[in-house]
C-alpha cells in the first residue's frame, strides 16, 4: 500500500502541474502531428461530456484525465488501474482514500466514493474504487454529498 500511497498522494498534489505540462506536450504534438498511444484501461467519462475538455492520456506514468463543469465548478478527473494488493480488499481501498483525506463514505454503482467534506465552502476531493479503476475528482467549488454520488454515477 506504500507505493499506491505515493502514487495517490504525488497525483493529487501534482495533478495541476501535470495538467499545465500536458496542455504544452499536447500543443507541440498537435503542431507537428498527432501520435496514437494505445491506452491500458478503457476509461470513464460522464454520460453528458458535453463540458468534457482536455483529455489526455500518459502512457509513461498510466493515466488518463479530463477537465469537466459541474454544479458551477470546475472539475478534474484523473483515472488509472486499480492497484492490485487493493482490488479485492475493501480495507485497504478504504486505507489509500483515508490517506488522502476522504473520510466520508458512500456506496454508489460505479463503486465505493470517499469523499473531504470537512469544509464545505473550499474546494471538495473524491475517490472513486471502481472495479477496474482507481478515480480521482477535484471539485473547485463545494458540492453535497448526493452531487458527488450523481455525478460519479454518470461515468461511464
Given at each position: 500500500i506504500g507505493a499506491a500511497l505515493a502514487l495517490v498522494?504525488?497525483?493529487?498534489?501534482?495533478?495541476?502541474?501535470?495538467?499545465?505540462?500536458?496542455d504544452k506536450v499536447a500543443t507541440q504534438s498537435a503542431a507537428g502531428?498527432?501520435?496514437?498511444i494505445p491506452k491500458a484501461f478503457a476509461e470513464l467519462k460522464p454520460e453528458d461530456s458535453q463540458n468534457?475538455?482536455?483529455e489526455r492520456y500518459d502512457a509513461s506514468r498510466g493515466y488518463y484525465a479530463f477537465n469537466d463543469r459541474y454544479k458551477g465548478g470546475n472539475v478534474t478527473v484523473t483515472e488509472q488501474q486499480l492497484p492490485d494488493n487493493v482490488r479485492g480488499d475493501a480495507e485497504k481501498g478504504k486505507e489509500l482514500a483515508q490517506s488522502v483525506g476522504a473520510t466520508d463514505e458512500y456506496e454508489?454503482?460505479?463503486g465505493m466514493l470517499y469523499l473531504t467534506l470537512s469544509d464545505t465552502k473550499t474546494a471538495q476531493r473524491a475517490v472513486l474504487l471502481h472495479r477496474q479503476l482507481l478515480i480521482f475528482i477535484q471539485s473547485t467549488e463545494p458540492m453535497a454529498p448526493t452531487a458527488w454520488v450523481?455525478?460519479?454515477q454518470s461515468l461511464q
Open positions: 498522494i504525488g497525483l493529487m498534489v501534482f495533478t495541476p502541474r501535470i495538467i499545465n505540462s500536458e502531428g498527432t501520435q496514437n468534457v475538455t482536455n454508489t454503482t460505479q450523481d455525478y460519479v
